[in-house]
């Protein structure tokens, strides 16, 4: 079942109490969903830390999609528990893994939110009958266990407590659904769920290797990452060996395999001790590991990679691929700010104001030609959903595609200018769209804009399962008309109509 | 250090004694790479099984790489070990895993192989000083470990035995490297190597799950490729764990996650005994999670998703995507390239020729516009190299800006469609360039191609510093008047000189 076909829930403000890695990960996936975030920790560099990650993830989510992301919810550092979680729809707790700090805590937040807030805990371990015993109306409390990176990885493990209400935790779902994660019920309470147990269960094992200098953690990396890791980002153990079994599947497989279960291949019955040396040996070999690169440079590589492993699982509808196309349908919905039922005014619409970011440079130093029609794109985005071509639209199967565009380049575009596109409709009929875009830049000091580029579009409104052109659906030809009408007035574009030529 | 570094060994001819999803693999892998493969397996459907494994690695390689592949190498089936091994370079062992039966292979295969030729077992876990001991010159054998499909995942572990000379080693190493894949050294030989030790701990882990109720096979699988799967396709457990731990890095994690291992989280101390009633639900719950598609279909699924994640990440120069990049320099390497110096001739220019990658799908399940503009972008880039505009020119500070740009879109672009770009010069002048690209997709089964798009642009030269038009050297002039008399016989594109209407 894919995961938009299940309910989804969009609170307008979530209270975080914890601005860790994890915590500072939901702040940056909430926030870059549209929605407001209170967030609450004591240390001192917490808020410079989130708002790294969030930088991170906006960097992250600008590759991740081309559909157009909501407005950023507001981000706001609070100096108490209780002014984070007062008046919020959802609570996420995020703080480090001990049982008494987080029963501790809980109990605070449980006394200070709304009665029907849920409150969600992102322990990977601990279970919730424990952490809700002492709280107020427990029955609001569950364990939301996410991955690192919160803003990338769409796993979520939901498990209930004995005193959880039901409600609450399809609440959750929901909410975690929204913002482009898989929420994977543990339908049993124990100790790690099920993930850590898996995780933890290779990585004891890894810790004996480099523990018995058979091995060093990259090579132990590399033994994953090769092999085995491949396979894991979209199909898990179990669908691996029933393939690997061939057409006879899992009975040949373990009839073939399961015989060296027995084989003493795994330490099973000790814990490797992490005394002071064998600490010092694993941080040695993760210093060569990472050959000098910083925490924030593996960071940006992992997201990068995230990105590509995502959108390449989202071209063959599998696994969290399925997840990324769930999520990017929802946000074709229509989303509060963009005022898509407003009245037009006969002046051409604002759809895109943004920043260029440096990665969309080229070999010249200057933003490469293909960005110039993204940018045009967002805006023929934003006139759609402007009209009405939203998620059910185009869950329908209906859509306009771009058949034809002239661009001009009239001045250069560099990293960290501003821009903002405005778009004028030049005609209609009732299948097709002929607009015209022009990108400005903000100069400083608000004198006045530069014009940087223009583009003539014409779109063709299809039926993307017939494969052909048809007429638009008469509420979408409504909103067309009454654009029309309102730039009827405008003065017609100087470029618009060009044709090339070198004479 | 990149694979392409280190040495590389091309038999001509490997002998492969074993023909199931191991043996054919290589079968495949070997061929596709050009090498003659010789092969022996008394089941009597093994030849179909291993010719439908050598068409599903076809179709692989056919998305995997635009760099082109060097003519098959024969496929031979033979009637007896003696037969497969006599002769050649190079033998892989890919029997059942069961000490005994491969001993006495490997003694018949010492027996009837040359004498400098390596053999190695590709044993997930048997030690390579058991399996040599009773072999003619022993020194021969290695273990080199491959993982499933293994036309596509590059990790093959290489371990050598008590009388394993390094130098049929070393040799191994090359050839597997020759052949795209990834060879990793074990230095201490122990049981399982490394791979499987890691598999295998994680699995015991999930077979307890499914054992005792807790969760299903396919909610076990979620937990992996929702989750961590994801990161460990490009990262191992360590160096993501070292992220984890935020700036502090290894040390951190280790002080704030390791007190976990210690918890009773993972089945430590038994192996789940393997009953019938045990082996019957799990062959049920994995046919529940198949849902009907065989394996043939699931294989089809993997090799797609693979092909994906490969390429993602290729283009982030991390882990499995090097391998691949280092392997397609490889192939580049004999093969005659675009010949920037040759004279032209009375035909568009073809300066590319690629796959379209599943990133640049957009929210209509099709190519977004902007990567129309990268293909024609590479296209010109292409152009400017084949007349001289290149490292050094650039380095001058003058090139080429396009100013303006006239979009047709005929059809759509999808994941893994195969297209090439064709540019036509139609005018010049000592400033600027007026230039007609088409991008057409290849048809299944040569039919022709198909015109998707077409762009008309006009660049002007530029002296960067001075950021003002000037006209081009000399000796890019020289080139520009050459191409435009090759093209000038050359019929004027029906859509160019093209202006946006509606009527």
Same mark, same amino acid.
């Given at each position: 079942v894919a995961d938009l076909d299940q309910p989804t829930w969009r609170p307008a403000s979530v209270g975080l109490v914890g601005g860790g890695v994890i915590g500072g990960g939901w702040a940056a996936r909430l926030v870059l969903n549209g929605i407001d975030v209170r967030i609450h920790d004591p240390a001192p560099d917490s808020a410079r830390r989130v708002e790294e990650l969030l930088a991170g993830a906006r960097r992250a989510f600008a590759s991740l999609t081309a559909s157009p992301l909501p407005p950023e919810g507001s981000l706001r550092f609070c100096d108490s528990i209780e002014e984070a979680v007062g008046g919020v729809d959802f609570v996420q707790e995020s703080v480090p893994e001990r049982l008494e700090l987080k029963r501790e805590l809980l109990v605070t937040i449980s006394l200070h939110t709304c009665d029907d807030a849920p409150i969600a805990s992102s322990t990977s371990g601990l279970r919730p009958t424990d952490l809700q015993a002492?709280?107020?109306?427990?029955?609001r409390l569950l364990v939301g266990h996410p991955f690192n990176p919160v803003y990338l990885i769409p796993l979520v493990e939901l498990c209930a407590g004995e005193r959880t209400a039901p409600a609450f935790l399809d609440r959750a779902a929901g909410l975690y659904r929204a913002i482009g994660m898989h929420p994977l019920r543990v339908r049993r309470e124990i100790d790690g769920f099920l993930a850590d147990r898996l995780l933890e269960a290779l990585w004891r094992e890894a810790l004996w290797l480099v523990h018995d200098g058979i091995a060093t953690v990259s090579e132990l990396d590399d033994a994953i990452r090769y092999g085995a890791g491949l396979r894991w980002a979209?199909?898990?153990t179990f669908l691996t060996y029933r393939i690997a079994?061939?057409?006879?599947?899992m009975r040949h497989f373990l009839a073939q395999f $399961?015989?060296?279960?027995?084989?003493?291949?795994t330490k099973l019955s000790e814990v490797p001790e992490l005394t002071d040396e064998f600490i010092d040996e694993l941080v040695a070999q993760s210093d060569e590991q990472a050959a000098g690169r910083s925490v924030a440079e593996l960071e940006r590589l992992r997201d990068a990679c995230l990105v590509s492993l995502l959108q390449g699982l989202r071209s063959n509808g599998v696994g969290a691929g399925a997840t990324l196309a769930s999520w990017e349908r929802g946000l074709m919905a229509p989303v509060a $700010?963009?005022?898509?039922d407003a009245e037009p005014v006969p002046a051409p619409l604002q759809l895109v104001v943004r920043e260029i970011p440096?990665?969309?440079?080229?070999y010249n130093g200057h933003?490469?030609?293909?960005r110039y029609l993204d940018l045009f794109s967002e805006a023929t985005d934003g006139l759609l959903r402007w009209l009405g071509v939203t998620g059910d639209y185009l869950a329908r199967g209906r859509s306009y595609f771009t058949v034809e565009t002239h661009l001009s380049h009239l001045a250069q575009l560099f990293a960290q200018d501003r821009v903002k596109v405005s778009t004028q409709l030049l005609g209609h009929d009732r299948k097709r769209l002929h607009v015209f875009h022009v990108i400005s830049r903000s100069r400083e000091g608000g004198d006045g804009d530069q014009v940087v580029a223009t583009a003539e579009q014409v779109m063709i409104h299809v039926d993307i399962a017939a494969r052909s052109s048809t007429p638009a659906d008469p509420q979408v030809l409504a909103r067309v008309a009454s654009l029309a009408q309102a730039h009827a007035a405008l003065p017609h574009p100087e470029r618009a109509g060009r044709r090339i030529s070198l004479s």
């Open positions: 002492a709280m107020r109306l427990p029955e979209f199909m898990g079994g061939g057409e006879l599947g $399961g015989p060296a279960l027995a084989l003493p291949w $700010g963009t005022a898509p440096p990665g969309w440079m080229d933003m490469t030609e293909s």
